[in-house]
């Protein structure tokens, strides 16, 4: 999955504690456009279940742990998201499940661009044909 990566982010601290700084374009790579929170989630619920046209992501578990499941359509994937300073950057066409969530987690995704219901696939059957389509030659 070479489109799916993990971000190590520079903490910064002293005896006073830590500090992340996120930037679009440098740490962040691309430009943010929405930032959004899971917390106080359900232990037994999962989450997502849906893959994005060309929204990018990039999420990062701020307490606790999540563990996303990741599918391009030929091989899945799940990574543990569980550190403040690792962010898991998704782009292409990737259908996302997440599971697992500790009773304390709290994760925060920044992403490409506003929220648009035209560019979520929730249905996996269309998502398969989508990325069936996405690999076949041009006519």
């Not at 006073?16 to 959004?36: A, D, H």
């Not at 990737?94 to 987690?105: I, L, P, Q, V, Y």
Request: net charge negative; with cysteine; proline share 2%.
């Amino acid at each position: 999955m070479s489109s799916t990566n993990l971000i190590s982010f520079e903490m910064l601290g002293d005896e006073r504690g830590s500090l992340i700084s996120l930037e679009q374009n440098k740490n962040i790579p691309f430009t943010i456009k929405r930032v959004y929170y899971l917390f106080d989630t359900n232990i037994e619920t999962s989450r997502g279940y849906h893959a994005h046209y060309d929204l990018e992501q990039v999420a990062i578990c701020l307490k606790g742990s999540v563990t996303f499941l990741l599918d391009d359509g030929q091989t899945k994937e799940r990574v543990t998201l569980n550190s403040p300073d690792v962010g898991l950057h998704i782009k292409g066409l990737k259908w996302r499940e997440m599971h697992d969530f500790s009773e304390d987690s709290v994760l925060i995704v920044l992403a490409s661009d506003l929220y648009k219901e035209s560019d979520y696939i929730r249905d996996y059957d269309t998502f398969l044909r989508e990325v069936r389509n996405e690999d076949s030659p041009a006519q």
